[in-house]
């Protein structure tokens, strides 16, 4: 058996949230205590189920209570966790996995096999709401012996190992869920990982206390208080006052500012996140004439000058440079007089435009607004008239679910993985729930990739795929995002490419 410990390629957020009222101002407390103003709220405990299960940006807060299966460190690689080593056979009908041994879960119970064999059934029945439901399924008829794990492959997934370190991918406790059942789980959530719930307010703030039998490094910081800040001006307010040490994804020009000030620092890196606009297949963007002339109207370079102040890299496709399928040759012209011309073709002009509603954030990513107001601007020259319509995180993913979202609508993509599985198929294949572009021709391009076991051709076929969703204009990509954290001189913070804020990778200056 060859183990696979594979380096990835690049990645990868959502709900609603106040400012802690009353908080004591712990980033002016005694040492081992750190705040973080954190821009979403936490919608649900459960990191395998429901909407939020999806969520890239809440995927620091589930990290830092529960282990995934594999781990991936700050650059992406896979790194040994509660699975010491993982792999196939040579024929890939069957999954190997080993199970670190002396992990105990929060309340001082034992880790077991079981729990990685009961986690991973679970995860594979529909009946349980997991969202990647459909990759989970792929092995079954696990067995055990010892701390080894096999399982029969049912239909050969070649990122079933890589969704172990993305979302979904974590070991919940067999025998404590089966006893207080998932609503008693929401109100004491216990996992393996390095923090343990200390308090939990919904729509304000959580504390964590650092778990003393945590099985890897133990954490630098014994409290830390995470409050769920979604206004970006308020989190400027919390870094500047001092009342947090630590928060994220606030406007660029606010990151430059802040960084020059005495006592704060910062780091802003590129992500796994990427900006995109889906199109759904209705109304004016069942016109190919309309979705090409909407995506050659924008000047993805002038978004990231202007309103990201440089920071981020416009992209033409729902890949990155860090991602396994990255085609550098394919690209979309900005050609507003050519988007004239395309509508022109179809009756619409600015005296008679296209019109449909594109949904949006606000504040939720830095600028994401306002890059939507530009937008719609953009389109207006060349024949589009967008009414925005703003709504939060949570709204969107319940939407896209139900196959309800506007024409247009913002989202960013989190694909910490960097397989084209995820940004690309995952968004695009009708039959996924987390797409919202829905037409046979693409599904017909995208299904037989599922199961390629030839990796050169696999990732072949997804770079065509790739190219013909930008000629038939089916997805607007914009960019790959810089993530600005700013912190305290007193903190270090090492930024993971996955845009997730580890406070278990931050320790005292």
Do not use: C
């Amino acid at each position: 058996m060859k183990i696979n410990r594979r380096e990835l390629l690049g990645y990868s957020a959502a709900a609603l949230g106040v400012t802690a009222i009353g908080l004591p101002k712990i980033a002016r407390a005694a040492a081992g205590e750190l705040t973080i103003a954190y821009n979403v709220n936490l919608p649900s405990w459960d990191p395998t189920t429901g909407p939020s299960a999806v969520n890239p940006t809440i995927q620091g807060l589930y990290q830092s209570v529960f282990d995934q299966i594999i781990p991936q460190k700050p650059d992406l690689s896979f790194a040994p966790g509660l699975l010491t080593e993982w792999g196939w056979n040579d024929d890939r009908t069957k999954v190997m996995m080993t199970v670190r041994e002396g992990v105990k879960w929060h309340d001082g119970s034992p880790f077991t096999p079981e729990d990685v064999v009961w986690s991973l059934q679970r995860a594979g029945d529909e009946k349980t709401g997991n969202p990647i439901q459909f990759v989970w399924k792929n092995v079954n008829n696990f067995k055990i012996d010892g701390n080894k794990i096999t399982g029969d492959v049912v239909q050969f997934d070649p990122v079933y190992f890589k969704w172990m370190s993305f979302l979904t991918g974590y070991i919940l406790p067999k025998a404590y869920y089966e006893k207080v059942g998932a609503e008693g789980f929401e109100k004491a959530p216990i996992g393996t990982g390095p923090y343990m719930v200390d308090k939990f307010e919904r729509n304000a703030f959580l504390r964590l206390k650092a778990n003393p039998n945590y099985w890897g490094t133990k954490p630098a910081f014994e409290n830390v208080t995470i409050k769920f800040v979604t206004d970006a001006a308020s989190r400027v307010a919390e870094i500047e006052s001092g009342s947090s040490q630590v928060t994220l994804e606030i406007p660029y020009e606010e990151y430059d500012r802040l960084i020059a000030k005495g006592g704060l620092a910062g780091s802003i890196k590129n992500v796994s996140d990427i900006g995109m606009i889906f199109f759904n297949n209705k109304d004016a963007m069942l016109d190919k004439n309309v979705r090409q002339a909407a995506v050659m109207a924008v000047d993805k370079e002038l978004l990231v000058k202007r309103l990201l102040r440089g920071y981020g890299q416009p992209i033409d496709t729902l890949e990155t440079p860090e991602y396994a399928a990255y085609d550098p040759s394919i690209k979309v012209e900005h050609n507003p007089e050519k988007a004239k011309e395309l509508l022109a073709a179809s009756g619409y002009s600015t005296k008679k435009p296209a019109k449909f509603t594109i949904q949006t954030t606000k504040g939720f990513k830095p600028k994401d607004y306002e890059m939507v107001q530009a937008i719609v601007g953009m389109w207006r020259k060349v024949g589009i008239e967008a009414e925005i319509e703003v709504y939060e995180i949570a709204k969107h993913y319940e939407l896209r679910a139900a196959h309800k979202l506007a024409p247009a609508a913002f989202y960013n993509w989190g694909n910490s993985i960097g397989d084209p599985t995820t940004s690309t198929g995952f968004a695009m294949f009708g039959p996924s729930p987390h797409s919202s572009w829905k037409t046979d021709d693409l599904d017909a391009k995208i299904g037989p990739l599922w199961g390629e076991k030839d990796e050169a051709k696999r990732i072949a076929g997804w770079k065509a795929v790739d190219k013909y969703i930008a000629e038939e204009a089916y997805v607007l990509p914009l960019i790959q995002y810089a993530q600005p954290i700013v912190h305290s001189k007193k903190v270090n913070v090492v930024q993971h490419i996955s845009g997730a804020l580890l406070p278990a990778l931050m320790t005292p200056a």
